[in-house]
Each structure stands twice: as structure tokens, then as C-alpha cells.
Nanobody, 123 residues
Framework: QVQLVESGGGLVQPGGSLRLSCVVS????????MGWYRQAPGKERELVAT???????NYADSMKGRFTISRDNAKDTVFLQIDSLKPEDTAVYYC?????????????????WGQGTQVTVSS
């Protein structure tokens, strides 16, 4: 079973910074694309950024500039650095990973989600 566990969320004042982490654990062949999404109260979940195994990044247009995604393949971890936080960044931030798993009929790719970490930006 593959699990994703996020950490690093919390309460921060406007203008502050946070670094979120997401660790992938369990039995798998390899980790493919990884990404961060967020869901604000009363809104749909939206893409923040993704990163491939080769470190190519993609950001939602509205997230360019203050968000930086990175990964440490040796530690099966993806990070999200958020700078100059604004109250509208308040949301639950979710990690998603595309993982290749070895099964009885060969290798298959599945998407897994973490449980989310709350980020609250308030003075």
C-alpha cells in the first residue's frame, strides 16, 4: 500500500512563508509526477504545481511567482515553498503522486492523494 503524508502547514501571518513537505511511503516501483493542489473553503480543489521525475515543473498561471515546487527523489519527497503568503492562500493543501506499482499482472500506474495539510494565513 502506498501512502502520502503531508506536513508543514499551520497558521502564518500575511507576508510570511511556509514550506510544505509530502513523503511517499510503501511498496512501489517508482514515483512519477508529483504535485500540489489546494482547496479553499467553499471552493473546488485547484492545481498549484506539478513536477516530473526529471524535475520539470509546471505551475498554474495564478500560482506563478510565490510558489516553488521541488522534489528529492532520494527521499521520495516533494516540497512546496510558499512565500509572501496572503489570506487568500488559506486552504487545505494536498499532495498527489503518480506511482508505479508492481502487481500480479505487471506494472501499473496509480494516482495517490495525501490527507491534506491546513494552511491558514491570518493576522
Amino acid at each position: 500500500q502506498v501512502q502520502l503524508v503531508e506536513s508543514g502547514g499551520g497558521l502564518v501571518q500575511p507576508g510570511g512563508s511556509l514550506r510544505l513537505s509530502c513523503v511517499v511511503s510503501g511498496r512501489f516501483f517508482e514515483i512519477n509526477d508529483m504535485g500540489w493542489y489546494r482547496q479553499a473553503p467553499g471552493k473546488e480543489r485547484e492545481l498549484v504545481a506539478t513536477i516530473t521525475g526529471g524535475y520539470n515543473t509546471n505551475y498554474a498561471d495564478s500560482m506563478k511567482g510565490r510558489f516553488t515546487i521541488s522534489r528529492d527523489n532520494a527521499k521520495d519527497t516533494v516540497f512546496l515553498q510558499i512565500d509572501s503568503l496572503k489570506p487568500e492562500d488559506t486552504a487545505v493543501y494536498y499532495c498527489k503522486s503518480s506511482v508505479t506499482v508492481a502487481g500480479p499482472v505487471g506494472l501499473k500506474i496509480y494516482d495517490y492523494w495525501g490527507q491534506g495539510t491546513q494552511v491558514t494565513v491570518s493576522s
